[in-house]
């Protein structure tokens, strides 16, 4: 059984810095991508970032590129979150893809079919 505990989240100032960790056991970290996404009130869920299987790769959302980096060490993987503004308030969920080895992960919620249970961000004015 897969499952991914995440942790990091809070409240903060905007310009502020915080760091998510979500934990993967139960499935092959370094075979599948690992991304996060975010949901804020009566949002949709979207894409935020995502590691390539090999960890070879990044891809980030427009919103956040530059601002938050994607990265892993063995089964956790990191969301590094710098100069929040109060629109990244939201739950922030970590997921694994489905498809193992894929050439490119998706950004689409669809592919991925194991979730975090959520940690919430919210970033002050």
């Known amino acids: 059984q897969v499952q991914l505990v995440e942790s990091g989240g809070g409240l903060v100032q905007a310009g502020d810095s915080l760091r998510l960790s979500c934990v993967v056991s139960?499935?092959?970290?370094?075979?599948?991508?690992m991304a996060w996404f975010r949901q804020a009130p009566g949002n949709e869920r979207e894409f935020v970032a995502a590691?390539?299987?090999?960890?070879?790769s990044t891809y980030y959302a427009d919103q956040v590129k530059g601002r938050f980096t994607i990265s892993r060490e063995g089964a956790t993987t990191y969301l590094q979150m710098n100069s929040l503004k109060p629109e990244d308030t939201g739950v922030y969920y970590c997921?694994?893809?489905?498809?193992?080895?894929?050439?490119?992960?998706?950004?689409?919620?669809?592919?991925?079919?194991?979730w975090g249970q959520g940690t919430q961000v919210t970033v002050s004015s």
């Open positions: 139960g499935r092959t970290f370094n075979s599948y991508a």
């Open positions: 590691l390539k299987w090999s960890g070879t």
């Open positions: 997921a694994t893809e489905s498809g193992r080895q894929r050439n490119k992960p998706s950004r689409e919620p669809q592919a991925y079919d194991a």
